[in-house]
T-cell receptor, first 110, second 118 residues
Framework: RKEVEQDPGPFNVPEGATVAFNCTYS??????FFWYRQDCRKEPKLLMS???SGNEDGRFTAQLNRASQYISLLIRDSKLSDSATYLC???????????FGKGTTLSVSS | GAVVSQHPSRVICKSGTSVKIECRSL??????MFWYRQFPKQSLMLMAT?????????EQGVEKDKFLINHASLTLSTLTVTSAHPEDSSFYIC??????????????FGPGTRLTVL
């Protein structure tokens, strides 16, 4: 069983759409959770951390359900510039390596 | 924010040659550096964890004699792919982390090195 699983997509949506990505992780002792964004042939960049209480950053909302070991990312009012691969990332213990999901590809069209 | 650089950004080499990739933390001291590899349409896979001044810890399935890692200073780690073969062609990405309480405590990623072995 993979440590971090995501639906690979692709998700093809029009501008202005709302899209949600889901992710599950296998290690119940995981401590930190993130969403990263990766553009084609580039390194991943931190989009936002995910907190148990849920958190929002502009058009982006992240949720964490520790009981279900489930993480989500909601993007509202999609922009063309949101087209990228979104990586669900888990950290088992502070200071150790990040564990990446395979990523979900989003394509926003006009 | 903290900056991590990698050099070279892209390399094309012949099969059998060795390639060295450098990872530098530019504005913080990286006590730990991580080396990842990403094949097309795959996730980033951790290859090894490197702590300054000690031997790297390799993940299962990663050959330590083939992927030599040196972390001789708090700002530089190198990954050498020895006797590279076409199957080693991949995107190699490092990340660096400082000590607790430092700006670099979060992991910061380098821009990656794209290796193509002919």
């Amino acid at each position: 069983r993979k440590e971090v699983e995501q639906d690979p997509g692709p998700f093809n949506v029009p501008e202005g759409a709302t899209v949600a990505f889901n992710c599950t992780y296998s290690n119940s002792a995981s401590q930190s959770f993130f969403w990263y964004r990766q553009d084609c042939r580039k390194e991943p960049k931190l989009l936002m951390s995910v907190y148990s209480s849920g958190n929002e950053d502009g058009r982006f909302t992240a949720q964490l359900n520790r009981a279900s070991q489930y993480i989500s990312l909601l993007i509202r009012d999609s922009k063309l510039s949101d087209s990228a691969t979104y990586l669900c990332v888990v950290n088992f213990q502070a200071g150790t390596a990040l564990i990446f999901g395979k990523g979900t590809t989003l394509s926003v069209s006009s | 924010g903290a900056v991590v650089s990698q050099h070279p950004s892209r390399v094309i080499c012949k099969s059998g040659t060795s390639v060295k990739i450098e990872c530098r933390s530019l504005d913080f001291q990286a006590t730990t550096m991580f080396w990842y590899r990403q094949f097309p349409k795959q996730s980033l896979m951790l290859m090894a964890t490197s702590n300054e001044g000690s031997k790297a810890t390799y993940e299962q399935g990663v050959e330590k004699d083939k992927f030599l890692i040196n972390h001789a200073s708090l700002t530089l780690s190198t990954l050498t792919v020895t006797s590279a073969h076409p199957e080693d062609s991949s995107f190699y990405i490092c990340s660096a982390r400082g000590g607790s309480g430092t700006p670099g405590y979060t992991q910061y990623f380098g821009p990656g090195t794209r290796l193509t072995v002919l």
